[in-house]
């Protein structure tokens, strides 16, 4: 049990290892200089540093060393918990990430929620009424909602329910040059902004885990528990729910862990549709102004946050099928 514990935190920081490695290398190897020049989102060029101001800021930087002495120094800055200063916003980029990553977190986790609870239930009704009419237009629904991109499916929210309909902001996590008067409607306000994000999050994500609940539900079904449920007579919503659903309900648990990561992925993308003020807007920023700290640190808390959640998602499997233990 322990040397299984032990190679498997070695395996996750082999991985960490190989992760920080490559989130050094990437940034650099694109295109570009965030000193000769900095562009705005619309790819004008707004500053242009003097051949004196470049050689200090690369000085500055470490960026006038050996690429093997940059990594060095990347590493040891990052065992002391430095993740650096912005070349662009001038700022730490521990605090910028302070005030981004909440933005991020909250969207992604609530979307989590939603579409795990909505997607099991309906999966495992789905599962219950097998080969009916519901399970075959459910199951059809959610196969193509499935296939549909996240980014697509943003899009279309915010054309038909912002742009058309005006149910919901255009853009923004909260309104400009509004004054609230308590912190209700400062909350309400947020709440507003942050309904098409998760709610496209939600839907992007909804198929996966219905399919993975209808597949898990199926498989229970046919124990043989299930059926001396059903010969006792006992209610069909009873059955389900709490003999059914308790029992395939650990494939779930699992895989709302694991789809942290992809569910990050699409969060950059969806963010910058709405121009939400997360970590996606901000690695868009970061990118469009080469600003390779600013990058760094972002990649480095998805990469933590996803390894955290494999992990804990690892032990949760374990800790709940005894046959993995």
Same mark, same amino acid.
């Given at each position: 049990m322990n040397r299984d514990?032990?190679?498997?935190?070695?395996?996750?920081?082999?991985?960490?290892?190989?992760?920080?490695?490559?989130?050094?290398?990437?940034?650099?190897?694109?295109?570009?200089?965030?000193?000769?020049?900095?562009?705005s989102e619309e790819g004008d060029i707004t500053v242009i540093y003097s051949e004196e101001q470049i050689e200090r800021y690369k000085r500055y930087y470490g960026m006038d060393r050996p690429i093997a002495e940059q990594y060095i120094g990347y590493l040891k800055n990052l065992l002391k918990g430095n993740l650096g200063y912005s070349i662009y916003y001038n700022q730490e980029v521990v605090s910028i990430l302070k005030n981004r990553v909440p933005w991020t977190v909250a969207i992604v986790i609530c979307s989590l929620i939603i579409s795990s609870f909505l997607g099991t239930i309906l999966g495992s009704i789905s599962a219950w009424f097998r080969n009916s009419k519901l399970d075959k237009i459910l199951y059809i629904s959610m196969v193509f909602i499935s296939e549909v991109p996240a980014f697509l499916m943003g899009i279309l929210l915010l054309f038909f329910m912002a742009g058309r309909w005006g149910l919901f902001p255009l853009s923004g996590g909260m309104s400009m040059f509004t004054q609230y008067?308590?912190?209700? %409607?400062? $909350?309400l306000d947020i709440l507003h902004h942050a309904i098409l994000p998760v709610m496209t999050l939600s839907i992007a994500k909804l198929g996966e885990f219905y399919l993975i609940s209808r597949s898990s539900m199926l498989s229970v079904m046919s124990k043989d528990y299930m059926k001396t449920a059903r010969g006792k007579g006992l209610k069909s919503r009873r059955i389900l729910f709490r003999h059914g659903l308790k029992n395939s309900i650990l494939p779930v648990i699992?895989?709302?862990?694991?789809?942290?990561?992809?569910?990050?992925?699409?969060?950059?993308?969806? %963010?910058? $549709?709405?121009?939400?003020?997360?970590?996606?807007t901000l690695m868009r920023q970061g990118v469009m102004v080469r600003d390779y700290v600013l990058i760094q640190g972002i990649f480095l808390f998805v990469a933590i946050t996803v390894l955290t959640m494999n992990f804990i998602a690892d032990l949760i499997y374990k800790k709940l099928d005894?046959?993995?233990?």
């Open positions: 514990r032990t190679k498997m935190l070695l395996g996750y920081l082999l991985t960490f290892l190989i992760i920080i490695t490559l989130n050094f290398f990437i940034p650099r190897l694109m295109p570009g200089d965030p000193f000769t020049s900095l562009s008067s308590t912190k209700c %409607e400062v $909350i699992t895989r709302i862990f694991l789809s942290l990561g992809s569910i990050f992925g699409q969060a950059v993308l969806i %963010e910058n $549709i709405f121009n939400y003020p997360g970590i996606g005894s046959r993995v233990r």
